[in-house]
């Protein structure tokens, strides 16, 4: 399964992709928005993994960007965040994001999440 994480924190991204690439996955990583846009335009992932709370273009910034682009548009996204109230996980489903991780990263939480997204888009 290939994935792309985005956070623009270098200890979470280093947590996350060494956690799925241990489990088998192909990993690419970007510490920002721009960046992970910059890699979408030659890479296309069968999940992403992001953070919301960015400087400059925010997690949600990034999906709407993805979701505009018919080569990404269904490309499934996991909601990697601090943000934890009820209001938050409604607001992040609500744009779109399959799921909501709240930091800090469990492994085994951030696996079956991973596991559940790959079942459902057939790649389990």
């Not at 192909?26 to 992403?48: N, Y």
């Not at 601090?82 to 489903?93: V, W």
Request: with cysteine; hydrophobic share 50%; charged share 25%.
């Amino acid at each position: 399964m290939r994935v792309l994480v985005v956070d623009d924190e270098p200890d979470s991204n280093e947590v996350v992709s060494a956690v799925l690439m241990v489990r088998g996955a192909e990993v690419r990583v970007a510490g920002s928005a721009a960046q992970a846009l910059d890699v979408l335009h030659a890479w296309i992932p069968d999940l992403v993994v992001c953070d919301i709370g960015m400087p400059e273009r925010d997690g949600y910034s990034l999906l709407r960007a993805m979701r505009e682009r018919s080569t990404l548009a269904r490309v499934p996204a996991i909601a990697l965040t601090a943000y934890a109230t009820r209001d938050d996980r409604i607001r992040i489903l609500g744009a779109g994001f399959q799921l909501h991780i709240t930091k800090p990263i469990d492994p085994e939480e951030l696996i079956a999440s991973v596991v559940n997204v790959a079942t459902m888009i057939g790649k389990l």
